[in-house]
């Protein structure tokens, strides 16, 4: 397979991972029409679709963590950016360090949030930007595994 094969096929795997996590994060298709509804309810009697709180949410998580909506959004919210933070630097040349990496993926998340907000498909939740961004980062860590052990495998020591 030759390089631009392989670029190729990098960037065909980010734009289905980018459809997917809109349309599974943001879209949630399943119960649609009661989202808005409920946020809609909820805004007429002044409770707002966000929580700028850190660890309100996920602290709420650990104490009910035998439930499984509480394990699940956790991971969830953790596992579903990882990708992210392995495609950004495994595409994008110029955003190969992690600070830079991290703040396309913090834009992103922010901006994932904010359009939940707006719309009423979802809450805005610094919670959740703390999960998804340890999901990054995780991401990254992998992104960075992967490239040094190609490095070592492209320049073999030579032994006496």
């Known amino acids: 397979m030759n390089t631009n094969n392989v670029w190729r096929f990098w960037k065909l795997i980010f734009v289905a991972y980018v459809f997917f996590l809109l349309w599974f994060v943001v879209v949630k298709p ?17 409770i707002w679709n966000y929580n700028v709180d850190p660890f309100r949410s996920i602290s709420s998580y650990f104490r009910f963590k035998t439930t499984p909506f509480a394990f699940i959004n956790i991971l969830g919210n953790i596992v579903a950016f990882c ?3 392995f495609l950004i630097p495994t595409i994008f040349t110029k955003y190969r360090k992690l600070s830079k990496t991290l703040l396309i993926c913090l834009i992103s ?3 994932i949030e904010s359009f939940q907000f707006v719309t009423m498909l979802g809450y805005f939740d610094v919670d959740d930007i703390i999960l998804n961004m340890t999901g990054c980062l ?4 992998v992104y ?3 490239r040094i052990l190609a490095r070592k495998i492209a320049k073999p020591e030579f032994r006496k």
């Open 138 to 141: 995780i991401g990254y860590f």
């Open 30 to 46: 399943i119960g649609f029409i009661d989202r808005i509804q409920s946020i809609l309810e909820n805004r007429s009697i002044g």
């Open 144 to 146: 960075s595994g992967f």
């Open 83 to 85: 990708p992210l933070g």
């Open 109 to 111: 998340i922010i901006g």
